[in-house]
């Protein structure tokens, strides 16, 4: 197996402004232009690499919201745990990719994170997003702010 170095290299990932424990590059936005959810112009779409480090879900584990779609796509290395919040059933809800899943799309304004939970492990993984990614619509927060939607 590459080591996750290899990949940094190879694709020029630079560490994630909003992660201690990964790197991402945008590789693709498409020159099209839509109209996104907040009635501005945007990109139909965007890829992203990321690349997942060791971490474990913890109270401060950075959760991510965007206003559109997120498709995310297992690439190399160790699996990918994907948490997500649905605020429906009011419950953290986990999907594997790497083993027999290999992506898996997150519904517009809803709370995610990745983790890579092997120890000494990594994941390459890529997020296509549609209408494309703009950092002006994301909001983070740390897990442990988000309990509230979890009460049942």
């Known amino acids: 197996m590459k080591d996750k170095e290899y990949w940094i290299k190879k694709f020029d990932l630079q560490p994630h402004p909003k992660e201690e424990k990964g790197y991402f590059k945008e590789t693709f936005r498409d020159e099209f232009q839509v109209t996104g ?18 971490d474990t879900l913890q109270p401060t584990t950075t959760f991510f919201k965007v206003q559109s779609v997120e498709s995310i796509h297992w690439y190399y ?6 948490y997500y919040i649905d ?9 594997v990719l790497g083993e027999e899943d290999f992506h898996f ?3 517009r304004d ?8 092997k120890e000494d492990g990594y994941a390459l993984v890529g997020a296509s997003v549609a209408p494309g990614f703009d950092f002006e619509d994301l909001v ?9 939607l979890l009460q049942k």
């Open 110 to 117: 809803t709370w995610f994170t990745r983790l890579c939970e």
């Open 140 to 148: 983070t927060t740390e897990f442990q702010t988000l309990q509230h």
């Open 37 to 54: 959810t907040a009635g501005k112009s945007r990109s139909a779409s965007t890829l992203i690499y990321f690349l997942h480090l060791h």
């Open 87 to 95: 605020e429906a059933k009011k419950s953290l809800e986990k999907v």
């Open 105 to 107: 799309c997150f519904p």
């Open 77 to 82: 290395g160790d699996p990918v745990n994907l």
